[in-house]
Nanobody
């Protein structure tokens, strides 16, 4: 029900925009989040946006470089990633929590997950 796309290979300092499109149901009243995972490590929080779009949170490691946004008309959430670093290399997952939820950066709090898209940043 969530399809992530937009990953790829980019040089350090470059940019990518990830998209996460919902299908089969509307996620308008769901909070949306982005997480990432490196092989052998736990999945970690990257960013989240409330169902209304008025509340946004970022992990310290990406704040100022990444921007999360949503287009409810398209049932889609985005993650604009600028000034990418090699340590941003990971599989990125989008997730939905709701309906009308409170903020959470916990993996276990999210109800729906996309399949992941690989981002590789070369040095």
């Amino acid at each position: 029900q969530l399809q992530a796309s937009g990953g790829g290979l980019v040089q350090a300092g470059g940019s990518l925009r990830l998209s996460c499109a919902g299908s089969g149901r509307t996620f308008i009243n769901y909070s949306m989040g982005w997480f990432r995972q490196v092989s052998g490590k736990e999945r970690e929080f990257v960013a989240a946006i409330s169902w209304s779009g008025t509340s946004i949170h970022y992990a310290v490691s990406v704040k100022g470089r990444f921007t999360i946004s949503r287009d409810n008309a398209k049932n889609t959430v985005y993650l604009q990633m600028n000034s990418l670093k090699p340590e941003d290399t990971a599989v990125y997952y989008c997730a939905a929590r709701g309906p009308y939820p409170s903020y959470s950066d916990s993996v276990s709090a999210y109800d729906y997950w996309g399949q992941g898209t690989l981002v590789t940043v070369s040095s």
